[in-house]
């Protein structure tokens, strides 16, 4: 069994040095051109594989600590905005559309109101089912 374990290793490398070469982009490649690099990892197992990471592998650039893509594909993300100088109140626009979301509010409130006044003046005004049916059968 232990005679196994550097053929494993071997064909670990090999395996995940190969897929990382693939998928690297072309021109982040260092030293070589990928296709070289894919011979070299092939032809030479252990030694390109080892040079790949080692010498080949495109540096990784610094990771940001946000979970969405970086501004220069997406915009910018809440706190990398550039901020406006004051509270959002002290915005005339800003002011200007929360009057008219009220006025919007206040009239849809209004509307809903007057429909319900309608229908309960409909409920009292008409006769209970009971009388219609008793109506409807006794003529």
């Not at 070589?32 to 540096?59: D, H, N, S, T, Y």
């Not at 009239?107 to 007057?114: A, C, F, Q």
Request: with cysteine.
């Amino acid at each position: 069994m232990l005679r196994y374990v550097p053929l494993l290793l071997e064909l670990g490398l090999l395996v995940y040095c190969l897929i990382d070469c693939v998928q690297a982009d072309p021109d982040r490649v260092r030293n070589l051109p990928k296709v070289v690099w894919v011979f070299l990892i092939v032809l030479v197992p252990i030694v390109g594989g080892i040079a790949w990471l080692v010498a080949g592998r495109p540096e990784r650039a610094p990771s940001r600590a946000v979970p969405w893509p970086s501004t220069q594909t997406a915009g910018f993300p809440e706190y990398e905005r550039p901020r406006r100088s004051g509270a959002p109140d002290d915005d005339p626009e800003f002011l200007a559309s929360m009057r008219r979301s009220d006025d919007t509010h206040e009239r849809m409130l209004r509307d809903w109101e007057d429909d319900l006044r309608r229908r309960e003046d409909r409920l009292r005004e008409s006769p209970p089912d009971d009388e219609r049916s008793g109506e409807r059968q006794g003529g």
